[in-house]
């Protein structure tokens, strides 16, 4: 995914219309409780919002019932959800509920985790949400160097602790990037697993690991119990131009989907998965169905 605020409608047009979407969103009073997830034989689908940012950013509500109608069964907001009030949260908990989505995840700036004052209000959303993953979808600034990735790492770690006594993990999602050599032959990904503890998730893109020349199925294996959610994003060599890389929908790319779901079903602890698509040929909402159509196949369902 894409840095999380690089979203092409502006910041503050989400807010506007979120606030007014407000207005339709019934808000609960009482506290949101958050319930643990269940590892089913299956683990859910799901979807990340930035999939259909134009659709979400223009009609909250009718988006989740769009996506939920389609049979997606979790949902990942991502980074404008920190310019919530906690009533307009409440009200978003109350309509997934009520459409029966689960909200277990959701992708931040690092700012969410590693500064005091945005992490305590990720901490207040996320449980009002029924989140149990605040996973940032980003690097700080400063993550530049190896001394400067050591030191976001150590404010990585340090905040996982930080977020257990509230039912939380904390997790980051890789992109291209972080595949990068940084110390030595060691890449950005294998230092950040290695000065992270274990409860730390490794939130795997599969997109953006095929285009760096990552082998998803051995980093899962190379990292058991820590790949507790998949992005499901395909990738083909090519332009967009040319409706390839990251415009191919799930199944039409180069990605190896039965090894992956068999090596996080087995090794990774995966807990759900969630479609991801940055944009293709097709309209958000039409695309976010096609490519839940292609996962069932894959998937045998």
């Not at 509230?166 to 060691?186: M, R, S, V």
């Not at 820590?226 to 967009?240: E, L, Q, Y």
Request: with cysteine; charged share 25%; hydrophobic share 45%.
């Amino acid at each position: 995914m894409r840095p999380p605020l690089a979203a092409p409608v502006s910041r503050r047009r989400f807010l506007g219309l979120s606030a007014a979407a407000s207005l339709t969103l019934p808000v609960l009073a009482r506290a949101a409780t958050a319930a643990a997830p269940v590892a089913p034989k299956h683990p859910p689908i799901g979807l990340e919002l930035y999939s259909v940012r134009t659709e979400l950013m223009r009609n909250l509500p009718d988006t989740l019932r769009a996506v939920a109608k389609m049979g997606y069964e979790v949902v990942e907001f991502y980074a404008p959800y920190m310019n919530w009030t906690f009533p307009f949260a409440k009200g978003v908990r109350t309509l997934i509920d009520d459409l029966g989505l689960k909200c277990w995840s959701t992708h931040n700036p690092a700012t969410s985790l590693i500064a005091e004052d945005a992490r305590a209000k990720a901490i207040e959303l996320n449980q009002i949400l029924g989140s149990r993953h605040i996973v940032a979808a980003s690097p700080p600034r400063e993550a530049k160097d190896l001394e400067g990735w050591k030191r976001t790492c150590a404010a990585f770690a340090a905040a996982s602790e930080t977020l257990k006594p509230h039912g939380l993990a904390a997790g980051y999602h890789n992109h291209a990037t972080e595949w990068k050599p940084i110390d030595g032959p060691k890449h950005i990904m294998a230092l950040m697993a290695e000065m992270t503890p274990p409860e730390f998730g490794l939130q795997l893109d599969v997109g953006t690991a095929l285009e760096a020349g990552v082998d998803p199925v051995a980093w899962i294996k190379a990292n058991p119990g820590r790949i507790r959610s998949v992005h499901v994003k395909d990738w083909a060599p090519g332009t967009k131009a040319e409706e390839k890389a990251y415009r191919v929908l799930i199944g039409e790319g180069v990605a190896p989907w039965k090894a992956i779901m068999a090596a996080a079903e087995s090794v990774g602890g995966v807990e759900f998965y969630l479609l991801e698509q940055e944009g293709a040929r097709f309209p958000e909402l039409e695309t976010a169905q096609r490519c839940l159509e292609n996962w069932k196949r894959l998937r045998g369902a």
